[in-house]
């Protein structure tokens, strides 16, 4: 895995272990979208990548915005979505830090994997954590995606490697 990937990775779990959102929509995973039920859209966008100090083997800062949108249903007011909105912000709070541990699978020629998929699967080994830094929450300017009303929260972060 990339530490793009495993920041990302990172963000998407912390926020599965939120209790009382709607569905989860992930990029690139297929969401069957229903009239009338609530949804979070998540959006992973990386926006950079620069040394963080000078010499042969500096240190990159990666930076990047995780945008949620959270979507409810039309001509039923805002109320529902700022819920979701709330509970987001408190999750994804400013200055705060989001620890990603992630597990390698060792196969039995010895080989490691990140994916559960080898026919040769023996053990897991715990292999790095990242450590994303959130530097802020804001939601931003709702609209509507009809049969939705969507208010958008982006959360800035950025990590070190």
């Known amino acids: 895995m990339t530490v793009i990937n495993d ?5 998407d779990a912390k926020l599965q272990t939120a209790s009382g959102l709607p569905a989860l929509a992930f990029q690139n995973v297929k969401y069957a979208q229903a009239p009338r039920t609530p949804h979070i859209r998540v959006q992973f966008i990386p926006t950079s990548r620069r040394p963080a100090n000078r010499g042969p083997s500096p240190q990159h800062r990666h930076q990047g915005l995780y945008t949620l949108t959270a979507c409810t249903e039309t001509d039923k007011g805002a109320g529902a979505a700022l819920d979701y909105v709330d509970a987001l912000l408190a999750l994804f709070n400013g200055s705060s830090d989001v620890i990603g541990a992630f597990h390698q699978l060792i196969t039995s020629d010895g ?9 040769s699967f023996v053990s897991f080994k715990t292999s790095d954590t990242v450590n994303v830094s959130i530097d802020y929450s804001e939601s931003q300017s709702p609209y509507e995606d009809e049969p939705f009303y969507c208010v958008p929260v982006q959360v800035s972060w950025y990590a070190y490697e």
């Open 7 to 11: 920041i990302r990775q990172a963000l």
């Open 111 to 119: 080989d490691t994997f990140k994916a559960a998929d080898s026919p």
